[in-house]
């Protein structure tokens, strides 16, 4: 079989949670498929950065933006200059004009409750309901990352539930508990970073309410004897200005440190060096980082909203999104009880277990075989 893959949101540099999914669960379609030819459609710099790790794995440049008329109207006229018995589109953003066998990715219907700016218009709006009802009714099979995502698709969407498939995220082998307590200093200075800290990381828009957890830590700093300081990391989005305007009106804006994007290499140690990290989103198709925070030892608080409990079960505390106070008193309840954030990390541990990518690329491939 020859299988094609929409890698054109390769790489989690610029694409975060879907970038990385692409990337992880490319490789290890690679180790673990020895059969089957893969071809790869690609923009630059992705592109020129990936080099095939064997002979029946290639990659083909087409430089085509995502969510662009190009996308539309190029993207499956370049697909048609190629032979394959089947593409995987990572995400829901496939031309409405592509008529073969496919599978699809959705990972959260995050864009239809909070559309971002590029969807403000009608039109906008109107074209993306129009590609995701597309993608998903054309598909062969559906892959959703969460059991929530798939209710969140069945509820929006007229989809018999038999063609939805769930397949979990896996977390990366680097993400794992750092110890050396000089490489976490070292790593904590170069982002600015001293004394002990709350984290968050990803991206800075409107659906990971950022400022709910900023008024979080204004009330604990006011209310209790805190010394943390609070890391928000991750690119600032200068088409979301409310998380900024936060910090600035904060008595606290100098507690509160932004380091912007995070390297690969020193995320581990960051969630490793932390004393709790935070989630706070309104809606999280999975959820990934706190899997990853959780990987590294670090207690988390998050959500209860969305794919969250169903992810991280009894391995955290939750709160309520819209109620800051709320968030507040979970995670003062981690940073000032050592027996729970003891409990949490054990717990934390077994629920990990669930989560890795080999298993997630062994029944993605199962999902093609079946399609």
């Given at each position: ?69 190009a996308e539309q109207i190029k993207f499956p006229w370049e697909l048609k200059k190629h032979d394959f018995d089947l593409i995987h589109f990572p995400h829901f953003n496939s031309p409405v004009l592509w008529t073969g066998k496919s599978v699809c990715t ?117 209310n209790t004897n805190l010394s943390h300081k609070l890391v928000l990391g991750g690119r600032e989005d200068l088409h979301y200005t409310k998380a900024r305007k936060e910090i600035e009106s904060s008595t606290f804006k100098n507690q509160i440190i932004t380091p912007g994007y995070i390297k690969d290499h020193d995320l581990p140690i960051l969630y490793s060096g932390a004393d709790c990290f935070a989630l706070p989103s309104f809606i999280e198709g999975f959820g990934l980082i706190a899997i990853e925070a959780q ?77």
């Amino acid at each position: 079989m020859k299988i094609a893959i929409d890698c054109r949101m390769y790489g989690n540099e610029q694409f975060t949670g879907i970038g990385t999914y692409i990337q992880k669960l490319t490789a290890e379609l690679f180790r673990i498929d020895q059969k089957n030819q893969y071809l790869l459609f690609m923009n630059d710099p992705e592109y020129s950065r990936f080099t095939p790790p064997n002979n029946r794995v290639k990659k083909i440049l087409v430089n085509i933006p995502h969510y662009s008329y190009a996308e539309q109207i190029k993207f499956p006229w370049e697909l048609k200059k190629h032979d394959f018995d089947l593409i995987h589109f990572p995400h829901f953003n496939s031309p409405v004009l592509w008529t073969g066998k496919s599978v699809c990715t959705i990972h959260d219907l995050t864009p239809f409750y909070y559309p971002g700016h590029k969807a403000k218009s009608g039109w906008r709006r109107w074209a993306h309901k129009k590609v995701f009802k597309s993608t998903t009714k054309k598909a062969q099979k559906i892959i959703a990352v969460s059991q929530n995502t798939k209710k969140e698709i069945n509820k929006m969407f007229d989809i018999d539930s038999q063609k939805i498939k769930i397949t979990y995220e896996g977390v990366d082998e680097r993400f794992k508990i750092i110890e050396n307590n000089g490489i976490i200093s070292k790593v904590k200075e170069k982002y600015g970073i001293q004394g002990p800290y709350i984290f968050f990381v990803g991206v800075w828009r409107q659906h990971k309410n950022l400022e709910g957890l900023i008024k979080a830590f204004n009330l604990l700093k006011k209310n209790t004897n805190l010394s943390h300081k609070l890391v928000l990391g991750g690119r600032e989005d200068l088409h979301y200005t409310k998380a900024r305007k936060e910090i600035e009106s904060s008595t606290f804006k100098n507690q509160i440190i932004t380091p912007g994007y995070i390297k690969d290499h020193d995320l581990p140690i960051l969630y490793s060096g932390a004393d709790c990290f935070a989630l706070p989103s309104f809606i999280e198709g999975f959820g990934l980082i706190a899997i990853e925070a959780q990987n590294c030892g670090c207690p988390v608080v998050s959500t209860k909203t969305s794919s969250m409990p169903e992810v991280l079960a009894d391995s955290a505390l939750y709160f309520d999104p819209r109620k800051p106070q709320e968030i507040a008193e979970q995670i003062n309840k981690i940073l000032s009880n050592n027996n729970l954030r003891q409990e949490l990390q054990k717990k934390a541990q077994k629920n990990i277990q669930r989560f890795n990518w080999k298993k997630c690329a062994s029944k993605t491939l199962e999902i093609y075989k079946s399609a």
